[in-house]
């Protein structure tokens, strides 16, 4: 795998482009105006955040119009902190946005939308860029993905793919877009978008370079996105395409940062309680991959954090992982995510396989 260091970061290539992202990645899901949008990271505390970010070599930042309730404030967020750093910051950075869910006003806590106001149809697609570079602040988008693929009863896009993937075609021919890409799509969807975008594109040059879906060591098959999908036959799709994989969820909305443990659940707090999702996370299963894992972590000098991270980097597919932070010291942690040997490698199977995660 061919990869460049810069600064405390080593970087790999998005798919088969000329595109490079930092292994470690920005997720900016939770970032906006905590006032009313139910995020917890506002200027005050994020703009230091992205200020240390780029010091450490993270330059590729992720967010979505639609992130924190439909309030577009993510993206207000970076916009601000743009147009407060300057077009040299703003050089630095590979700016990766999403489309395709609709977006309130701002300050606006409800809002009705017609049809043509969500979902990947032309007017949707060219309307939500225009938006997205209003509230970013920016004259580009560095990577853009429809957010989910839209579907109806029978598991066929609503929208012609040629429709959708000829708008985003467009877009790059209009310097509005530099690449393109998928989230939460299945291997057969990407497959799919990936002939329609050979077809639709003005030259060989366009294709889709990454697929954003959700990945961690202990739900490994959910980067399939599809009930019956495998991990190991949605990364052997992707790796055929030529499409890097990114995942986001990366470390188990906290459970694999060691932040929850069998013996202190009765005084836990933070994401998964805020989220009501106990009953999903705080199964047997995790919890014991978690003290098993944790053990490994301490014997290599690790936090379990840079274990779960060097895990997803194991993988010649991924090219980025997207961390959400909202401390400084969780973005400081991240950046020493572990290389990991063959014998790391399997000494985590084995922990996952007596915890009943092999096929998780």
């Known amino acids: ?149 839209r579907v109806d009863d029978t598991g066929e896009f609503i929208v012609p793919l040629d429709e959708t993937w000829g708008a985003m075609d467009d877009l790059v021919t209009q310097g509005k877009v530099r690449y393109i890409a998928v989230s939460n799509h299945s291997a057969r969807q990407m497959q799919s978008v990936a002939s329609t975008v050979t077809e639709v594109g003005k030259d060989s040059s366009r294709r889709i370079v990454a697929v954003q879906n959700r990945y961690n060591l202990l739900q490994r098959n959910r980067v399939a996105s599809e009930p019956e999908g495998s991990e190991r036959a949605f990364l052997d799709v992707a790796r055929s395409l030529g499409v890097s994989v990114i995942p986001y969820y990366p470390l188990a909305s906290g459970l694999l940062t060691g932040r929850y443990r069998k013996d202190t659940l009765n ?27 944790i053990g490994l972590a301490e014997q290599k000098g690790l936090s379990l954090a840079q ?22 010291e969780q973005l400081d942690d991240n950046v020493g995510a572990a290389e990991l040997d063959p014998d790391d490698l399997g000494r985590i199977d084995a922990i996952l396989e007596a915890a009943g995660l092999s096929n998780a």
């Open 1 to 149: 795998m061919l990869k460049r260091s810069y600064r405390k970061i080593q970087c790999r290539r998005a798919g088969q482009s000329g595109l490079w992202l930092s292994e470690i990645g920005l997720g900016l899901w939770k970032w906006g105006d905590p006032s009313y949008d139910g995020s917890r990271v506002g200027d005050h505390d994020g703009f230091p955040i992205l200020d240390r970010s780029l010091e450490h070599g993270i330059f590729h930042w992720d967010t979505a119009c639609s992130y924190n309730m439909g309030s577009g404030n993510s993206e207000r967020l970076l916009g601000r902190y743009f147009a407060s750093r300057g077009r040299e910051v703003r050089d630095q950075v590979v700016l990766a946005t999403k489309v395709s869910n609709p977006v309130r006003p701002e300050h606006v806590a409800e809002a009705d939308f017609t049809p043509n106001q969500s979902g990947a149809s032309r007017i949707y697609v060219q309307f939500a860029v225009e938006q997205c570079l209003r509230r970013l602040q920016t004259d580009v988008i560095d990577l853009l993905y429809i957010h989910s693929p």
């Open 307 to 328: 274990l779960a991270l060097g895990w997803l980097l194991s993988r010649e597919e991924v090219a980025s992982v997207i961390a959400g932070v909202t401390r400084i």
């Open 267 to 293: 005084k836990a707090s933070g994401r998964i309680i805020d989220d009501g999702a106990q009953d999903a996370w705080f199964t047997d299963e995790n919890l014991n991959a978690v003290e098993a894992l």
